[in-house]
């Protein structure tokens, strides 16, 4: 049994997100209360050509523990190979195999999601990665490759068989990318179908979420991706949730400026790719996806869409308190502007 899940404990993950879920983000997000961390996925190949970038995606430090970092590809002896490289230059806590990529690029290589149409080359993958390395592995899955064929409780009984130790499922088939809703009766299915612990994953934004999925599924851990972009919080807010049943007070416009510098200033030392003007540039809708929790958030986007320093971010933020006051004036009047998670995908 993976620690995290001991003595009931009930996990919530930060999900593994391409673009996203960088070192400095995780290190955010687990201060706010993440359990468990994944990687952005990484090509099984790219490690094994010791591809500077790879081994940046894969790159945490001990406080973020525990760690899995995310592999995709679809020959299992090489990503078993690929998987020893990481733990011998890092020793992470677990390897987590993606079967639920549903980008082309890795799909059409036989990799990510397309491994739920091959359940014996999926488990001929799964088999020789846990096989090969001397830490848990783990995999994540979509509930199967589209409406007609959702496989989900079979694929994660195959998993189950090869001695994957946790599977987490995101609620969508491949087909519908990230529209429409997570299908929880299916996560439902397969947390009653397998032993081992079944994370469930899709459209959770809070705490109350968190409690109805733990209420009315056996899932044992739920993960949380784009609600986090928005609003990294969530996490602690979850655990306030859990805990009293009440809700936590959000965090403030203050606390939530605080972070976007934060998250600025972690990211430049960081960067393999150039300065502060391209590190900024580069972090542009990672800002805007904080906006999607902040009043008047519309106002901050059309600003980032341009922004290239640490000095025009704090001219932005002290210029949003100016704005608000106006845009609170037109909020009385009845004009009001929604954010939703699948806005926060397409950023
Ligand atoms: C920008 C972005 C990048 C993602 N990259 C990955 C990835 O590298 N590996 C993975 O397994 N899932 C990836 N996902 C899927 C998420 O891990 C998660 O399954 C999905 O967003 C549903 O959870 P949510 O509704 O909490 O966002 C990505 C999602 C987004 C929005």
């Not at 869409?305 to 932005?316: A, V």
Request: with cysteine.
């Amino acid at each position: 049994m993976l620690p995290w899940f001991q003595n009931d404990a009930f996990p919530i993950y930060l999900a593994p997100m391409a673009g996203v879920t960088d070192m400095v983000f995780r290190s955010l997000c687990k201060e706010l209360g993440a359990d468990v961390v994944v990687t952005e996925f990484v090509s099984a190949e790219g490690i094994m050509q010791r591809d500077d970038r790879t081994r940046h995606y894969t790159d945490f430090d001990d406080a973020q523990r525990p760690l899995g970092v995310q592999l995709f590809g679809a020959d299992g002896i090489r990503m078993g190979e690929a998987a020893r490289k990481i733990i011998d230059w890092k020793q992470p806590d677990f390897i987590d195999i993606n079967f639920g990529c549903p980008v082309n690029k890795v799909v059409s290589k036989n990799g990510g999601s397309s491994l739920l149409k091959d359940c014996p080359l999926l488990t001929s993958v799964a088999r020789d990665v846990v096989k090969s390395v001397p830490i848990p592995v783990t995999a994540k899955m979509r509930i199967g490759w589209d409406a007609q064929t959702i496989n989900a409780v079979t694929v994660a009984k195959l998993l189950e068989d090869t001695g994957i130790q946790a599977i987490t499922v995101h609620g969508r088939t491949r087909a519908q990318g990230y529209s429409g809703l997570a299908d929880w009766d299916v996560i439902a299915q397969v947390a009653d179908a397998v032993k081992i612990p079944v994370i469930g994953n899709g459209d959770i934004c809070s705490g109350a979420d968190v409690e109805v999925r733990r209420a009315q599924t056996n899932v044992r851990g739920v993960m949380i991706g784009r609600a986090a972009m928005a609003n990294p919080w969530v996490f602690q807010e979850a655990k306030h949730y859990l805990k009293t049943g009440k809700h936590a007070e959000p965090a403030t416009i203050e606390q939530r400026f605080a972070l976007m510098r934060r998250h600025c200033e972690m990211a430049i030392p960081r960067s393999t790719r150039g300065g502060e003007f391209e590190v900024i540039r580069s972090m542009r809708s990672r800002l805007m996806s904080y906006t999607r929790s902040i009043p008047a958030g519309k106002y901050l986007r059309g600003r980032f869409t341009h922004i290239g320093s640490l000095m025009e971010l704090d001219d932005i933020l002290a210029d949003y308190y100016v704005h608000r006051e106006s845009h609170m004036a037109r909020q009385e009047n009845g004009d009001h502007e929604e954010a939703s998670l699948s806005e926060i995908a397409d950023d």
